[in-house]
């Protein structure tokens, strides 16, 4: 008796399941919890909506996303929705189409290897440490980070000046960073930036409202 044939998987759940693989290959495997869940809601959207609000294909830019194309979501829901950036397509249009993406995004950094890393970082889907992924939003924050972590270690640490500083770039830093979830402290396999050089070094060094010399004796 002839075997009967297997059943096909439609192309759309093929490339979903690739793309889920694709990334707990790059992210580990690690259960999103509720609170999660809303979270990424509230700061993403789901692939499939953000397609049809601009009239692409989802199918085929899943296909660009396993090409290296364009990234990965930012996260997975724990109900297997792909989420990702509002601005998704943005770098894109801005360099004249996916085509030419990647020669646009790595010729911002003067060093051809950086631009490489920078390229492949951002096609991994994991710089959700931005409110607005662009090569001038990913340089700041380096810039940002380096200076804050550099600032506590002065010598002047504590004054006035170094103070007024120091909370200038942390709330620079705050402005282009979300508050992050749960989840992403478990891929990434610690604290966040935000975490190290938002919140630890406020609590650390607190804003001074106002600041009095001390009195000579």
Not at 36 to 42: F, G, M, N
Not at 64 to 85: F, I, K, N, W
Not at 148 to 162: F, L, Q
Request: hydrophobic letters at 40%; one cysteine or more; charged letters at 25%.
């Amino acid at each position: 008796m002839p075997m009967a044939p297997e059943a096909t998987v439609p192309e759309t759940e093929h490339l979903k399941q690739q793309l889920a693989e694709r990334f707990r290959e790059v992210n580990g495997e690690h259960p999103m919890t509720a609170a999660d869940d809303a979270y990424v809601s509230a700061q993403f959207v789901v692939l499939e909506d953000l397609c049809a609000a601009h009239g692409r294909d989802t199918d085929a830019v899943r296909r660009l996303m396993l090409g290296g194309r364009l990234p990965l979501p930012g996260y997975l829901r724990s109900d297997g929705a792909e989420m990702v950036p509002a601005d998704l397509f943005a770098l894109a249009d801005e360099a004249g189409g996916v085509e030419l993406l990647e020669g646009w995004f790595t010729g911002h950094w003067a060093d051809p290897a950086a631009g490489e890393a920078e390229w492949n970082a951002y096609l991994s889907g994991r710089y959700v440490c931005l409110h607005s992924v662009t090569p001038a939003t990913i340089r700041r924050k380096d810039e940002l980070t380096a200076a804050i972590r550099a600032a506590t270690e002065e010598p002047d640490a504590g004054s006035a000046r170094w103070a007024a500083r120091l909370h200038a770039l942390v709330d620079e830093l705050d402005v282009l960073e979300p508050a992050f979830t749960a989840y992403d402290r478990l891929r990434f396999g610690g604290p966040t930036s935000r975490d190290t050089c938002v919140d630890a070094v406020r609590a650390r060094f607190p804003r001074r409202s106002s600041y009095a010399p001390p009195q000579r004796a």
